[in-house]
T-cell receptor, first 112, second 114 residues
C-alpha cells in the first residue's frame, strides 16, 4: 500500500478562495515534499518540509507538518485558475535512503 | 541543460513483447527513479538507483528490470509486456548531497500494452 494518502481526492473552488489539502502517512519520515502535476505533464516540486520543522512558507503556499499525527497540509492562498492541477505529497520515510514514496493525490480545480 | 529526458514518449506494445525505456539526465545527479502512474493510484515506485552500477527495488518491481551502467542514464526494461503494465512511466533524479532532496521529473512515457 502507498505511504501517503491525500485528502480530499478532489476539490473545486472559486478563484480567490483558499485551497487546503491534507496528506497522511504511515511511518516516520525524514522529510515531506509537495509536488504539482498539470494534466499530462511531469511533476514539479513545490516545497519541502523536514521532520524537525512545523511550518514553512513559499509565496502563496503554506505547509504544516504534524509528526505526532503523521500528517501534513498544503494551503494555497488566493487561488488562481492556473493553480488547477493535481497535488501530491511525497515522503522519504527512511532516513538516508532518499526512497521517495508518493501519495494518491488531490485534484484541484479552480473556477474563474 | 535539458534536465531529465525520457524516450520514447509514446509506445504501443503487444502482450509478450519487450521494450526498454530510457531516462537521461544531464545534471550529474546521483539518484534516479522510475515510477508508474495509473488513474487514482498516484505514483508508485518501481525501481531506483543510488549511483552508477547500483539498483534497488521499489514498491512494484515485478515484471520490470533496470540498469544504471552510466551515471546519467537509467533504463527500465519490460521483458514480456502485459496489459497490466499499461501506464504512464515517469523518471526522476535527485542530487542528495547537493540539493534539498527535490526530485526532478521527466515528462513521462505513455505505454499501452494490447
Amino acid at each position: 500500500s502507498q505511504q501517503g494518502e491525500e485528502d480530499p481526492q478532489a476539490l473545486s473552488i472559486q478563484e480567490g478562495e483558499n485551497a487546503t489539502m491534507n496528506c497522511s502517512y504511515k511511518t516516520s519520515i525524514n522529510n515531506l515534499q509537495w509536488y504539482r502535476q498539470n494534466s499530462g505533464r511531469g511533476l514539479v516540486h513545490l516545497i519541502l518540509i523536514r521532520s524537525n520543522e512545523r511550518e514553512k512558507h513559499s509565496g502563496r503556499l503554506r505547509v504544516t507538518l504534524d509528526t505526532s499525527k503523521k500528517s501534513s497540509s498544503l494551503l494555497i492562498t488566493a487561488s488562481r485558475a492556473a493553480d488547477t492541477a493535481s497535488y501530491f505529497c511525497a515522503t522519504d520515510f527512511t532516513s538516508g535512503t532518499y526512497k521517495y514514496i508518493f501519495g494518491t493525490g488531490t485534484r484541484l480545480k479552480v473556477l474563474a | 541543460n535539458a534536465g531529465v529526458t525520457q524516450t520514447p514518449k509514446f509506445r504501443v506494445l503487444k502482450t509478450g513483447q519487450s521494450m526498454t525505456l530510457l531516462c537521461a539526465q544531464d545534471m550529474n545527479h546521483e539518484y534516479m527513479y522510475w515510477y508508474r502512474q495509473d488513474p487514482g493510484m498516484g505514483l508508485r515506485l518501481i525501481h531506483y538507483s543510488v549511483g552508477e552500477g547500483t539498483t534497488a527495488k521499489g514498491e512494484v518491481p515485478d515484471g520490470y528490470n533496470v540498469s544504471r551502467l552510466k551515471k546519467q542514464n537509467f533504463l527500465l526494461g519490460l521483458e514480456s509486456a502485459a496489459p497490466s503494465q499499461t501506464s504512464v512511466y515517469f523518471c526522476a533524479s535527485n542530487p542528495p548531497r547537493q540539493g534539498t532532496g527535490e526530485l526532478f521529473f521527466g515528462e513521462g512515457s505513455r505505454l499501452t500494452v494490447l
